[in-house]
């Protein structure tokens, strides 16, 4: 279900997406990091460092809500690690997962080439495999895991690119969050997100191209899965043509509405089961 406004001029230019998911990126932590590129995002779109998890505020369960578009009673996915729901999903594709955004782009776009980088072998079991062109090895070297998604984008300049990096929750749970250690960490994460950035101007689709960085979860101490707003809260950062610059979002965003608003862009239909919504206060009308 989309309105008339999602095929507006802006949207039509939009011929791909890049969502870049780092994994335990506390909104807590944006303000005092020191991460050039994810800022300029900020200022060239439109951003909310009040997005919400869902709970419990864990990786696989979030991941899932992402890029299901809808909460963990709909599709199942409950727990840090699941890899099968534990409640049956409420709905299937022919993929036998709950519809995600591979599923719905390939169904609707059938001839779309799309494509996953991940780090943390998690992620495998959440996608619907059959539905992606290029589901890359896990790699749990974040650099390699970059350089592939670059190549990926360079050579098949995908319409949907999905790249998950662990960090910096490996630092979180090994250092501590509000520590030396995590915001020395975002550094590297905001160079590997430059990586991407740059492979998309090399490409030649920079002006046809919406960026979208988000994260599962932030974290308290060395863990998560709590209810404090270091660990639910997250940022949520959209950039490209047809989004509002230098926005700060002020509505609700749940991580839920990811699914919701690339599918709003893409001009694609959403699932009955979804019940995310896209988050159109970015967007120029």
């Known amino acids: 279900m989309f309105c008339n406004f999602y095929a507006s001029a802006q ?3 939009v011929k791909h997406i890049v969502m870049i998911g780092c994994d ?3 909104a807590y932590a944006i303000p005092d990091a020191e991460m ?8 060239e779109g439109s951003w909310s460092l009040k997005a919400r998890s869902v709970l419990p505020s864990s990786s696989a ?10 909460s963990p009673t709909m599709h199942g996915y409950t727990e840090w690690g699941s890899q099968e729901p534990e409640i049956p999903s409420i709905a299937e594709t022919k993929y036998k997962k709950f519809p995600s955004i591979f599923s719905v782009i390939r169904d609707q776009r059938p001839q779309a080439v799309t494509s996953v980088s991940f780090s943390w072998p998690g992620i495998g079991y959440l996608i619907e495999k059959e539905a992606i062109t290029h589901v890359l090895p896990a790699n749990d070297d974040e650099n390699l895991c970059a350089e592939q998604a670059v190549n990926t984008i360079i050579k098949d300049k ?3 690119t999905f790249v998950h990096f662990s960090e910096p929750d490996y630092t979180g749970h090994g250092k501590g969050h509000r520590t030396p250690a995590y915001y020395a960490m975002l550094k590297n994460v905001d160079a590997r997100i430059g990586k991407i950035i740059e492979a998309i101007k090399q490409a030649g689709i920079a002006d046809e191209t919406i960026i979208l960085v988000t994260a599962d979860h932030g974290g ?7 209810k404090s707003l270091d660990e639910v809260q997250i940022p949520w950062i959209i950039s490209g043509p047809g989004i ?6 002020k509505n609700t965003i749940i991580t839920y509405d990811t699914a919701a608003t690339l599918a709003a862009i893409l001009r694609l239909e959403q699932p009955q089961a979804w019940r995310g919504k896209a988050v159109s206060e970015a967007f120029i009308r």
């Open 36 to 43: 050039p590129n994810l800022k300029r995002l900020m200022t």
């Open 244 to 249: 509002k610059k230098n926005v700060q979002l």
């Open 24 to 26: 335990g990126l506390g």
């Open 61 to 70: 369960v979030n991941w899932a809500s992402m890029l299901m578009g809808s």
């Open 11 to 13: 949207f039509k230019k």
């Open 158 to 160: 995908p319409l949907f």
């Open 220 to 226: 308290k101490d060395k863990g998560h899965g709590g």
